[in-house]
């Protein structure tokens, strides 16, 4: 409830909503406010060689 109020959903969308959807609702507002940082990075001479020996 408390992140459904953080969210902005007042209790009349709560009503109307499914547990899904204001789950939702909630992920997308999170996303909003703090983007996640982007996880990719150059790889390094030893991922190359890490990498070569999966193969």
């Given amino acids: 409830m408390v992140y459904a109020k953080q969210a902005k959903l007042e209790m009349s969308d709560l ?6 959807m204001v789950a939702d609702h909630i992920e997308e507002y999170a996303e909003l406010i ?3 940082e982007n996880k990719t990075r150059k790889a390094t001479q030893q991922d190359i060689e ?6």
Avoid: F
């Fill in 50 to 55: 890490w990498l070569k020996g999966r193969l």
């Fill in 15 to 20: 009503e109307m909503m499914t547990i899904g």
């Fill in 34 to 36: 703090k983007p996640r």
